[in-house]
T-cell receptor, first 111, second 116 residues
Framework: TQLLEQSPQFLSIQEGENLTVYCNSS?????LQWYRQEPGEGPVLLVT?????EVKKLKRLTFQFGDARKDSSLHITAAQTGDTGLYLC???????????FGTGTRLTIIP | DAEITQSPRHKITETGRQVTLACHQT?????MFWYRQDLGHGLRLIHY???????NKGEVSDGYSVSRSNTEDLPLTLESAASSQTSVYFC???????????????FGEGSWLTVV
């Protein structure tokens, strides 16, 4: 079973600060996705990266896929309270393959 | 709008009882999944299906079963509920994926199950 470890598990920072969340594995994935989950709801897809070294930006969020396609990072610039939530990475191997989810990072942005 | 719905949203049951959680999607997706989410474990795959009459075991399938008689529904059955199955259960669906774009999964809102 592939294992995706996320770090840190918990992160609490002040509004306006920057942060980076990591997703690491010993396995290679063909795609890596990031989801955000809010209390009482299911995860919602933020981005998919498929090429080693790929960088995607979504407003203040920057996602990077590692060159070897084993790891990924999520960087948030000038965090806002609306960024609070559980961030999950998920790795896939092929178009129809089930995803393996990471352990999650619970982010709290303090006003 | 197309959607994926789970029912019930909350349920309390007794140890040993059979419980079925329903999942219905209106996207006509071929792929459907059941995950459980527990603190410290993230989302773990229970069962999944790639089409009608297709079912497969995930990493934590013991004590659970699914059936896929049509495209829209994938009910999850706990044959004899145990306290260890107290969890939040998420159903999800996705279209047949493309290698170039990855596999986007759409989640339901979750079913909170407590086994006492």
């Amino acid at each position: 079973t592939q294992l995706l470890e996320q770090s840190p598990q918990f992160l609490s920072i002040q509004e306006g600060e920057n942060l980076t969340v990591y997703c690491n594995s010993s396995s290679v994935f063909s795609s890596l996705q990031w989801y955000r989950q809010e209390p009482g709801e299911g995860p919602v897809l933020l981005v998919t990266v498929v090429t080693g070294g790929e960088v995607k930006k979504l407003k203040r969020l920057t996602f990077q896929f590692g060159d070897a396609r084993k790891d990924s990072s999520l960087h948030i610039t000038a965090a806002q309270t609306g960024d609070t939530g559980l961030y999950l990475c998920a790795g896939g191997r092929g178009g129809n393959e089930k995803l393996t989810f990471g352990t999650g990072t619970r982010l709290t942005i303090i006003p | 709008d197309a959607e994926i719905t789970q029912s019930p949203r909350h349920k309390i049951t007794e140890t040993g009882r059979q419980v079925t959680l329903a999942c219905h999607q209106t996207w006509n997706h071929n792929n459907m999944f059941w995950y459980r989410q527990d603190l410290g474990h993230g989302l773990r795959l229970i069962h999944y299906s790639y089409g009608v009459h297709d079912t497969n075991k995930g990493e934590v399938s013991d004590g659970y079963s699914v059936s896929r008689s049509n495209t829209e529904d994938l009910p999850l059955t706990l044959e004899s509920a145990a306290s260890s199955q107290t969890s939040v259960y998420f159903c999800a669906s996705s279209p047949t994926g493309q290698r170039s774009s990855g596999n986007t999964i759409y989640f339901g809102e979750g079913s909170w199950l407590t086994v006492v």
